[in-house]
């Protein structure tokens, strides 16, 4: 079994800057791509932006230029560095991950979600 641990949610004014981190654990013998999802109230799941074990990168056209995915492979954590945040951002942002298990077999994990709000 794979879990993905997120951390760095919190409250932030506008304009400010938070980072998030996401933790992958568990039956892994590599990861393929991660990304981070976001979730806001009454809407549905969305993109934020993916990377892939290269360090290919895809962003959400509303938060390119103020978001930035990185990962570090050795220790299979994905985070992301947002800054200028504006009101809108506020959601839970999921962390997901194609995980390759140690029979080679890919499975997508999700996890459990961390809340950022973004409010004066």
């Known amino acids: 079994q794979v879990q993905l641990v997120e951390s760095g949610g919190g409250l932030v004014q506008p304009g400010g800057s938070l980072r998030l981190s996401c933790a992958a654990s568990?039956?892994?013998?590599?990861?393929?791509?991660m990304g981070w999802y976001r979730q806001a109230p009454g809407k549905q799941r969305g993109l934020v932006a993916t990377?892939?074990?290269?360090?290919?990168?895809n962003y959400a056209d509303s938060v390119k230029g103020r978001f930035t995915i990185s990962r570090d492979n050795a220790k299979n954590t994905v985070y992301l560095q947002m800054n200028s945040l504006k009101p809108e951002d506020t959601a839970v942002y999921y962390c997901n991950a194609d995980v390759i298990g140690h029979f080679g077999l890919q499975y997508n994990y999700w996890g459990q979600g961390t809340q950022v709000t973004v409010s004066s």
């Open positions: 990377i892939t074990t290269g360090g290919s990168t």
């Open positions: 568990g039956s892994i013998f590599s990861i393929n791509a």
